[in-house]
Protein backbone atom coordinates (compact mmCIF):
# COMPACT_ATOMS: atom_id res chain seq x y z
CA UNK A 1 0.00 0.00 0.00
CA UNK A 2 1.27 3.44 -0.76
CA UNK A 3 -0.29 6.91 -0.83
CA UNK A 4 0.32 8.43 -3.53
CA UNK A 5 0.19 11.66 -5.41
CA UNK A 6 1.37 10.40 -9.10
CA UNK A 7 -0.85 6.86 -8.66
CA UNK A 8 -0.42 6.67 -12.46
CA UNK A 9 3.08 5.83 -12.58
CA UNK A 10 3.17 3.78 -9.19
CA UNK A 11 0.35 1.42 -11.21
CA UNK A 12 2.70 1.32 -13.71
CA UNK A 13 5.41 -0.15 -11.61
CA UNK A 14 3.25 -2.56 -10.22
CA UNK A 15 2.18 -1.24 -6.56
CA UNK A 16 -0.07 -3.79 -4.82
CA UNK A 17 -2.52 -0.81 -3.96
CA UNK A 18 -2.68 2.88 -4.30
CA UNK A 19 -4.23 5.86 -2.13
CA UNK A 20 -4.35 8.61 -4.59
CA UNK A 21 -4.26 11.79 -2.80
CA UNK A 22 -4.21 15.53 -4.80
CA UNK A 23 -1.55 17.16 -2.67
CA UNK A 24 1.34 18.92 -3.58
CA UNK A 25 4.35 17.02 -3.58
CA UNK A 26 6.04 16.46 -0.53
CA UNK A 27 3.33 16.88 1.34
CA UNK A 28 0.78 13.14 0.74
CA UNK A 29 -0.46 13.36 4.50
CA UNK A 30 -1.01 17.22 4.35
CA UNK A 31 0.72 20.49 5.57
CA UNK A 32 3.48 20.12 8.27
CA UNK A 33 2.22 20.29 12.19
CA UNK A 34 -1.22 19.71 10.24
CA UNK A 35 -2.04 16.40 12.82
CA UNK A 36 -5.67 16.67 12.13
CA UNK A 37 -6.00 16.13 8.35
CA UNK A 38 -2.55 13.97 8.65
CA UNK A 39 -4.81 11.56 11.02
CA UNK A 40 -7.42 11.57 8.37
CA UNK A 41 -5.19 11.05 5.31
CA UNK A 42 -3.72 7.78 7.10
CA UNK A 43 -6.92 6.26 8.33
CA UNK A 44 -8.26 6.76 4.94
CA UNK A 45 -5.45 4.90 3.55
CA UNK A 46 -5.77 2.16 6.03
CA UNK A 47 -9.26 1.82 5.72
CA UNK A 48 -8.63 1.44 1.69
CA UNK A 49 -5.82 -0.89 2.59
CA UNK A 50 -8.22 -3.44 4.13
CA UNK A 51 -10.81 -3.03 1.91
CA UNK A 52 -8.72 -3.33 -1.39
CA UNK A 53 -8.49 -7.20 -2.35
CA UNK A 54 -7.11 -7.12 -5.51
CA UNK A 55 -3.43 -5.66 -6.45
CA UNK A 56 -3.19 -2.90 -8.71
CA UNK A 57 -6.06 -1.43 -6.47
CA UNK A 58 -6.26 2.57 -6.90
CA UNK A 59 -8.77 4.25 -4.80
CA UNK A 60 -8.97 7.87 -4.86
CA UNK A 61 -8.61 9.48 -1.21
CA UNK A 62 -11.10 12.81 -0.94
CA UNK A 63 -8.93 15.18 0.19
CA UNK A 64 -8.48 18.85 -1.51
CA UNK A 65 -5.67 20.99 -0.91
CA UNK A 66 -6.83 24.03 1.11
CA UNK A 67 -5.55 26.40 -1.18
CA UNK A 68 -4.57 27.26 -4.80
CA UNK A 69 -1.44 25.07 -6.19
CA UNK A 70 -0.29 28.13 -7.64
CA UNK A 71 -0.09 29.74 -4.35
CA UNK A 72 1.44 26.37 -2.17
CA UNK A 73 4.59 27.03 -0.98
CA UNK A 74 6.21 23.92 -2.93
CA UNK A 75 9.44 24.18 -0.21
CA UNK A 76 9.65 24.98 3.53
CA UNK A 77 11.70 28.12 4.13
CA UNK A 78 14.41 25.92 5.06
CA UNK A 79 16.06 23.00 3.55
CA UNK A 80 15.41 19.52 5.20
CA UNK A 81 19.32 18.64 6.77
CA UNK A 82 19.90 15.89 3.94
CA UNK A 83 19.24 18.34 1.71
CA UNK A 84 21.67 20.82 3.26
CA UNK A 85 24.28 18.10 4.11
CA UNK A 86 24.29 17.00 0.31
CA UNK A 87 24.45 20.62 -1.33
CA UNK A 88 27.59 21.18 1.15
CA UNK A 89 29.10 18.37 -0.37
CA UNK A 90 28.32 18.94 -3.93
CA UNK A 91 25.86 15.85 -4.49
CA UNK A 92 23.28 18.07 -5.76
Sequence with gaps: MTVNL???FQRALG???VAAVEHPFGRPFGEVADRATQTAVLRAALAIFAAAKDPGHVAHLDFVWH??????RWHPPEPAPIIRYMKERGKI
Excluded at 67 to 72: A, V
Aim: hydrophobic share 25%; net charge negative.
Design 6 to 8: IWE
Design 15 to 17: MPR
Design 67 to 72: EDPKQT
